[in-house]
C-alpha cells in the first residue's frame, strides 16, 4: 500500500492483545474497522502469516463496542462472548446491501444500470451472458449483485449464486481434490442465475477455464442467466483461452465509467446518511473534488473524515475536510499540443501522420480523423476552427460535426468507448 493508505488506515491500530488465536486491535470507531474488515483484512491476514508463520483472527474493538474480523458479528459490551464467524448466511453469497436501490446513477452508469435491471426482469432471455466491465471500485460488484437481488425479488424460488472467480477455483481446486467435482459442477448447472465476478482472475488457470467453459457452455444452452463483471474488455483478457472471451462478448457488453462529480456528492450523501454521519453540503463537494479516482476511494475518504472528526471531537466541517484533504491536489485538466494529439492518433491507427490532413478519405482515416478531432478539441483545448486549420485546413463545422458523432457514439456503443479510453490511454491524455 502506499504510504498515504497506511498513515490513514495501518498508523492509527493499537495493539490491545494477542492470546493463542485472536489478535485484539483497537480501533477509532464502527466505521473504520466495517473499513478494515472490508479493505484490509485480507492484507493484515497475510503480513501476520508472514512475520509469525500462522494464523490468528483479528478482533477490532474501539470505546464502546468491538467487532470479530471475518463477519460483522457485533458484540457490545460484553467481550468474553466469542462468536463463532460464519460466512454467507445466505446461499446465493449475495452482498446484502449492493442492490438497485443503493446504487446511485450517473451518466456514468446509466446504460449499465439500465441493461443490469434489464437483465434482472428476464434472466436468461435478454442479455446473455452481460458482461460487465470497468476499472476498480467503479461498482461491478454492487450492480452484479443488484441483479441477483432483483431476480430473487421477483422470484424467491429463484437458485441465484454469486461467486468470484477467485472462489470459483478454489471450490473447483477443493472438489477436485476431494473427488467431488462431478458434484461440483452439477451444483452450479442447477442454478438459474450465477453471477461470477472478477473473471479477469481466471487469466493463467487453464484447467479452471477448461471446466468453467463447460458450466458456461451447460447453463447457455439451457437458457439460463450468466453475469460476468471484468476489469477489461472480453477481447483483452490476456491469459483467457480465445473461446472463453470469445463467449464472453457473445451477449451484452456494457461498462462502468468514472462517475462525475454530481454522482460522486450523491454517492456520498447516500452514504453518508446510511451511516448516520451528518455530512454537510459543502464538505461533500469537497471531498467530491479532491477524491475522483474510483468510489471505494470516495466512500474512504468520507470514512476516514468521519473518524477523524470523533477522534479530534471537531465537528466534521469544511476547515476540517479542507485540513485533511490538503494533501490532495485538484487534478489539473491536461493539455497537450495538437501535434501530439495527432502523431498519436496516426500511429495508433497505423497511418502516416499527413494522413490525417489530407483530402484522402477512406472510411479509416475519415473515422481516425474524426477521432484526432474529438481529442483536440477535448485534451488540446483548442477551438473548433483551430482544430480544422491544423488538420489540412477544414472547416470548423466540420469539425463541430465531428466532435459530435464522435461524442454520440462514446455515449451509446461500449465497444467504441473502449477503442476511445485505448487511444486516449496511449497518447496519454488519461
Ligand atoms: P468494483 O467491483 O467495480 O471494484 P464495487 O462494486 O466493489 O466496485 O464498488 C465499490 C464501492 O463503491 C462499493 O461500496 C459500492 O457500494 C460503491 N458504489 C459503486 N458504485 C456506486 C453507485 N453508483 N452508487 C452507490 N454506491 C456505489
Ligand atoms: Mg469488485
Redesign the pocket.
Given at each position: 500500500m502506499d504510504q498515504e493508505e497506511f498513515e490513514s488506515w495501518i498508523r492509527p491500530l493499537i495493539p490491545v492483545s494477542l492470546s493463542s488465536e485472536t489478535l485484539e486491535i483497537s480501533v477509532p470507531n464502527r466505521l473504520f474497522a466495517s473499513w478494515l474488515e472490508e479493505n484490509y483484512l485480507d492484507l493484515l491476514a497475510n503480513a501476520w502469516v508472514e512475520a509469525n508463520g500462522r494464523e490468528t483472527s483479528f478482533t477490532f474493538t474501539w470505546d464502546g463496542g468491538g467487532m470479530q474480523g471475518e463477519l460483522f458479528q457485533e458484540y457490545s459490551s460484553d467481550h468474553d462472548k466469542r462468536v463463532t464467524p460464519k460466512r454467507n448466511v445466505n446461499p446465493s453469497g449475495l452482498i446484502d446491501?449492493?442492490d438497485f436501490e443503493?446504487?446511485?446513477?450517473?451518466p456514468s452508469?446509466q446504460f449499465a444500470r439500465a441493461a443490469a435491471m434489464a437483465v434482472s426482469q428476464q434472466p436468461g432471455s435478454l442479455y446473455n451472458p452481460f458482461f460487465l466491465y470497468?476499472?476498480?471500485?467503479?461498482?461491478?460488484?454492487?450492480?452484479a449483485n443488484a441483479i441477483g437481488h432483483a431476480v430473487l425479488q421477483n422470484n424467491p424460488e429463484a437458485r441465484v449464486l454469486f461467486l468470484s472467480a477467485d472462489s470459483f477455483t478454489n471450490q473447483l481446486i477443493e472438489a477436485i481434490a476431494r473427488n467431488k467435482s462431478v458434484a461440483f459442477k452439477n451444483r452450479l448447472r442447477r442454478v438459474d442465475v450465477i453471477i461470477i465476478?472478477?473473471v479477469q482472475f481466471l487469466a493463467g488457470r487453464d484447467r479452471t477455464q477448461e471446466e468453467f467453459f463447460h458450466v458456461f457452455n451447460a447453463l447457455y444452452e439451457s437458457g439460463r442467466q450468466i453475469v460476468l463483471?471484468c476489469d477489461k474488455f472480453p477481447n483483452e483478457l490476456e491469459g483467457v483461452a480465445e473461446r472463453l472471451c470469445n463467449r464472453f462478448g457473445w451477449g451484452l457488453v456494457a461498462d462502468?465509467q468514472s462517475?462525475d462529480t454530481e454522482?460522486r456528492i450523491a454517492?456520498l450523501e447516500?452514504?453518508a446518511k446510511a451511516e448516520g454521519v451528518e455530512l454537510p453540503v459543502d464538505v461533500a463537494s469537497l471531498i467530491a473534488s479532491k477524491v475522483d479516482s474510483?468510489?471505494?476511494n470516495?466512500?474512504g475518504a468520507l470514512t476516514r473524515i468521519s473518524a477523524f472528526a470523533s477522534l479530534s471531537g471537531r465537528p466534521l466541517d469544511r476547515e476540517l475536510a479542507a485540513e485533511l484533504f490538503a494533501g490532495l491536489a485538484q487534478d489539473e485538466p491536461k493539455v497537450l499540443s495538437l501535434d501530439d494529439l495527432e502523431r498519436g492518433v496516426a500511429t495508433h491507427f497505423g497511418l502516416r501522420t499527413g494522413d490525417l490532413r489530407a483530402r484522402r478519405r477512406t472510411k479509416k482515416i475519415a473515422e481516425a480523423r474524426q477521432i484526432a478531432m474529438y481529442l483536440m478539441r477535448r485534451y488540446g483545448n483548442a477551438s473548433y476552427p483551430t482544430i480544422g486549420a491544423h488538420l489540412g485546413g477544414r472547416d470548423h463545422s466540420t469539425v463541430i460535426h465531428a466532435c459530435q458523432c464522435i461524442e454520440r457514439r462514446r455515449r451509446e456503443d461500449a465497444k467504441f468507448r473502449h477503442i476511445l479510453d485505448t487511444v486516449s490511454k496511449r497518447i496519454g491524455c488519461v
Amino acid at each position: 500500500m502506499d504510504q498515504e493508505e497506511f498513515e490513514s488506515w495501518i498508523r492509527p491500530l493499537i495493539p490491545v492483545s494477542l492470546s493463542s488465536e485472536t489478535l485484539e486491535i483497537s480501533v477509532p470507531n464502527r466505521l473504520f474497522a466495517s473499513w478494515l474488515e472490508e479493505n484490509y483484512l485480507d492484507l493484515l491476514a497475510n503480513a501476520w502469516v508472514e512475520a509469525n508463520g500462522r494464523e490468528t483472527s483479528f478482533t477490532f474493538t474501539w470505546d464502546g463496542g468491538g467487532m470479530q474480523g471475518e463477519l460483522f458479528q457485533e458484540y457490545s459490551s460484553d467481550h468474553d462472548k466469542r462468536v463463532t464467524p460464519k460466512r454467507n448466511v445466505n446461499p446465493s453469497g449475495l452482498i446484502d446491501r449492493y442492490d438497485f436501490e443503493n446504487f446511485v446513477i450517473g451518466p456514468s452508469n446509466q446504460f449499465a444500470r439500465a441493461a443490469a435491471m434489464a437483465v434482472s426482469q428476464q434472466p436468461g432471455s435478454l442479455y446473455n451472458p452481460f458482461f460487465l466491465y470497468g476499472g476498480v471500485g467503479l461498482g461491478k460488484t454492487h450492480l452484479a449483485n443488484a441483479i441477483g437481488h432483483a431476480v430473487l425479488q421477483n422470484n424467491p424460488e429463484a437458485r441465484v449464486l454469486f461467486l468470484s472467480a477467485d472462489s470459483f477455483t478454489n471450490q473447483l481446486i477443493e472438489a477436485i481434490a476431494r473427488n467431488k467435482s462431478v458434484a461440483f459442477k452439477n451444483r452450479l448447472r442447477r442454478v438459474d442465475v450465477i453471477i461470477i465476478d472478477d473473471v479477469q482472475f481466471l487469466a493463467g488457470r487453464d484447467r479452471t477455464q477448461e471446466e468453467f467453459f463447460h458450466v458456461f457452455n451447460a447453463l447457455y444452452e439451457s437458457g439460463r442467466q450468466i453475469v460476468l463483471t471484468c476489469d477489461k474488455f472480453p477481447n483483452e483478457l490476456e491469459g483467457v483461452a480465445e473461446r472463453l472471451c470469445n463467449r464472453f462478448g457473445w451477449g451484452l457488453v456494457a461498462d462502468l465509467q468514472s462517475p462525475d462529480t454530481e454522482t460522486r456528492i450523491a454517492i456520498l450523501e447516500r452514504k453518508a446518511k446510511a451511516e448516520g454521519v451528518e455530512l454537510p453540503v459543502d464538505v461533500a463537494s469537497l471531498i467530491a473534488s479532491k477524491v475522483d479516482s474510483n468510489i471505494r476511494n470516495l466512500e474512504g475518504a468520507l470514512t476516514r473524515i468521519s473518524a477523524f472528526a470523533s477522534l479530534s471531537g471537531r465537528p466534521l466541517d469544511r476547515e476540517l475536510a479542507a485540513e485533511l484533504f490538503a494533501g490532495l491536489a485538484q487534478d489539473e485538466p491536461k493539455v497537450l499540443s495538437l501535434d501530439d494529439l495527432e502523431r498519436g492518433v496516426a500511429t495508433h491507427f497505423g497511418l502516416r501522420t499527413g494522413d490525417l490532413r489530407a483530402r484522402r478519405r477512406t472510411k479509416k482515416i475519415a473515422e481516425a480523423r474524426q477521432i484526432a478531432m474529438y481529442l483536440m478539441r477535448r485534451y488540446g483545448n483548442a477551438s473548433y476552427p483551430t482544430i480544422g486549420a491544423h488538420l489540412g485546413g477544414r472547416d470548423h463545422s466540420t469539425v463541430i460535426h465531428a466532435c459530435q458523432c464522435i461524442e454520440r457514439r462514446r455515449r451509446e456503443d461500449a465497444k467504441f468507448r473502449h477503442i476511445l479510453d485505448t487511444v486516449s490511454k496511449r497518447i496519454g491524455c488519461v
